[in-house]
């Protein structure tokens, strides 16, 4: 098989142009937003064919454009324009809604459904409940610049947050909803953070193919008197968020 680089009698200076041409062709379109993040590139026959070039040259290209963050490559599903990661710091009183006001973009919470239930052992103990109580189930997605980042299940002691579901849904915040019911000072008391796969339901929530990993954290928050006010079990897309560990001895 004949390469671009064989069949130019400079190859070293013909091969360099090439793929400089379609690195820069393609930033072009991300940067001036033809292509906007997470939209997935045409295949590298298809860009090959349409820049005229071969297949190598065009594999070239997307590594180098993968090296500069613009891209990102996923072996056997094709390449994708790299997404504005979020750096969410796990702090005691950072919240996505106000990082997100930090940054200027625009979130929201869209409350998928929820239910009065009886708790879990797990949520029991997180939100030192009695044995009597129950609690009301929200269910998120967390939406920013229009993507879907996470979904959420969130536990709210009864019969203290009565109402939360449908003031959740009309701030489209969780801490918005908490102020509405009288709670203006929240505190992160502890997260769990691991990593797996997502099921069926969040990936298609996500807009995600089930072989990409999330990362699922497990949080405790308390009011300003040190009483848990809710529970949550959070599956964040590693495509749009990273979490961000402070520490203050240094």
């Given at each position: 098989?004949?390469?671009?680089d064989?069949?130019?009698?400079?190859?070293?200076?013909?091969?360099?142009h090439?793929?400089?041409?379609?690195?820069?062709?393609?930033?072009?379109?991300?940067?001036?937003?033809?292509?906007?993040?997470?939209?997935?590139?045409?295949?590298?026959?298809?860009?090959?064919?349409?820049?005229?070039?071969?297949?190598?040259?065009?594999?070239?290209?997307?590594?180098?454009?993968?090296?500069?963050?613009?891209?990102?490559?996923?072996?056997?599903?094709?390449?994708?324009?790299?997404?504005?990661?979020?750096?969410?710091?796990?702090?005691?009183?950072?919240?996505?809604?106000?990082?997100?006001?930090?940054?200027?973009?625009?979130?929201?919470?869209?409350?998928?459904?929820?239910?009065?239930?009886?708790?879990?052992?797990?949520?029991?103990?997180?939100?030192?409940?009695?044995?009597?109580?129950?609690?009301?189930?929200?269910?998120?997605?967390?939406?920013?610049?229009?993507?879907?980042i996470?979904?959420?299940?969130v536990?709210?002691?009864?019969?203290?947050?009565?109402?939360i579901?449908?003031?959740?849904?009309?701030?489209?915040?969780v801490?918005?909803?908490?102020?509405?019911?009288?709670?203006d000072?929240f505190?992160?008391?502890?997260?769990?953070?691991?990593?797996?796969?997502?099921?069926?339901?969040?990936?298609?929530?996500?807009?995600?193919?089930?072989?990409?990993?999330v990362?699922?954290?497990k949080n405790?928050?308390?009011?300003?008197?040190?009483?848990?006010?809710?529970?949550?079990?959070?599956?964040?897309?590693?495509?749009?968020?990273e979490?961000?560990?402070?520490?203050n001895?240094?």
């Amino acid at each position: 098989m004949v390469t671009d680089d064989e069949a130019n009698p400079t190859p070293i200076k013909s091969a360099l142009h090439l793929w400089q041409k379609v690195t820069l062709s393609i930033e072009k379109d991300i940067l001036q937003r033809r292509l906007s993040p997470g939209d997935r590139l045409p295949s590298e026959e298809e860009l090959a064919k349409h820049l005229d070039v071969h297949r190598n040259t065009v594999r070239r290209a997307l590594e180098v454009l993968e090296e500069k963050g613009l891209v990102r490559i996923e072996h056997g599903h094709g390449s994708f324009v790299q997404e504005r990661v979020i750096s969410h710091p796990l702090s005691s009183r950072k919240f996505l809604p106000l990082i997100l006001k930090g940054l200027d973009r625009v979130g929201r919470e869209d409350v998928l459904e929820s239910a009065t239930i009886r708790p879990t052992k797990e949520i029991t103990a997180a939100l030192k409940l009695s044995k009597a109580q129950y609690v009301r189930r929200v269910d998120l997605r967390t939406v920013v610049d229009n993507n879907p980042i996470m979904v959420s299940s969130v536990y709210f002691p009864l019969p203290r947050f009565h109402g939360i579901d449908q003031a959740i849904a009309e701030t489209q915040s969780v801490p918005d909803g908490l102020k509405r019911l009288g709670v203006d000072d929240f505190i992160r008391y502890e997260s769990r953070i691991t990593t797996g796969q997502a099921s069926r339901s969040d990936a298609t929530l996500l807009a995600q193919s089930r072989s990409q990993p999330v990362l699922q954290v497990k949080n405790i928050i308390t009011d300003g008197a040190s009483r848990p006010i809710l529970f949550s079990v959070i599956r964040m897309s590693a495509r749009w968020i990273e979490l961000v560990v402070r520490y203050n001895d240094m």
